[in-house]
């Protein structure tokens, strides 16, 4: 059974830096493509980035693209996501996803607030 | 503004069959498999339907999907209760300036 755990989530003052993380357990997590999405509050999903199961291949969102940056360590079956720049319009809840977008975890939530 | 397109809301009595539309255009329903998500409130999304009309193990046979052209559905048959949650298409998009994954901005099913 897929598990995904996010962590990392809080409060952080616009242009601060933040890093998700998200352990994956269940699934052989090396043979598989990760995603982040986000969901700010009331609102629906917006897909943030891409990784390759092997990190060969990353795509962003335009809206994320040059500040944030997806990452993932198959050895400790974790997945990374470094976010700097952060903005207002940052403040969602942030999932991780085992490709394609076929298992979530909980979310952690990441609010920019000064 | 999303990339796909869905109807903010839809609604059924118990036992009908509502249909919820989902289109896009020929850079990512066109070319690309649909997938589709409920989001109970309070929850985290979860994966109904896969490569336009798969469904995982564990989701009933009234959920449905299909993919023509350009546009998505995602069928629901005999409605219950519990259906009553926010459902979400999504697809890659291919463009010039690379790979993305879409979403539409979300369809509100009431059970009345």
């Known amino acids: 059974q897929v598990q995904l755990v996010e962590s990392g989530g809080g409060v952080v003052q616009p242009g601060g830096s933040l890093r998700l993380s998200c352990a994956a357990s269940?699934?052989?997590?090396?043979?598989?493509?990760m995603h982040w999405v986000r969901q700010a509050p009331g609102k629906g999903l917006e897909w943030v980035a891409f990784?390759?199961?092997?990190?060969?291949?990353?795509y962003y969102a335009d809206s994320v693209k040059g500040r944030f940056t997806i990452s993932r360590d198959n050895s400790k079956n974790t997945l990374y996501l470094q976010m700097n720049s952060l903005r207002a319009e940052d403040t969602a809840v942030y999932y991780c996803?085992?490709?394609?977008?076929?298992?979530w975890g909980q979310g952690t939530l990441v609010t920019v607030s000064s | 503004q999303s990339v796909l397109t869905q109807p903010p809301s839809a609604s059924g009595t118990p036992g009908q069959r509502v249909t919820i539309s989902c289109s896009g255009s020929?850079?990512?329903?066109?070319?690309?498999?649909v997938y589709w998500y409920q989001q109970l409130p309070g929850t985290a999304p979860k994966l109904l339907i896969y490569?336009?009309?798969q469904r995982p193990s564990g989701v009933p046979d009234r959920f449905s999907g299909s993919k023509s052209g350009t546009s998505a559905s995602l069928a629901i048959s005999g409605l219950r209760s519990e259906d009553e949650a926010d459902y979400y298409c999504?697809?890659?998009?291919?463009?010039?300036?690379?790979?993305?994954?879409?979403f539409g901005g979300g369809t509100k099913l009431t059970v009345l």
């Open positions: 020929s850079s990512n329903i066109g070319s690309n498999y």
């Open positions: 996803a085992k490709d394609p977008l076929e298992g």
């Open positions: 999504a697809a890659w998009d291919d463009s010039l300036s690379g790979r993305e994954v879409v």
């Open positions: 990784i390759r199961y092997d990190g060969s291949n990353k």
């Open positions: 269940g699934f052989t997590f090396s043979s598989y493509g």
């Open positions: 490569r336009n009309n």
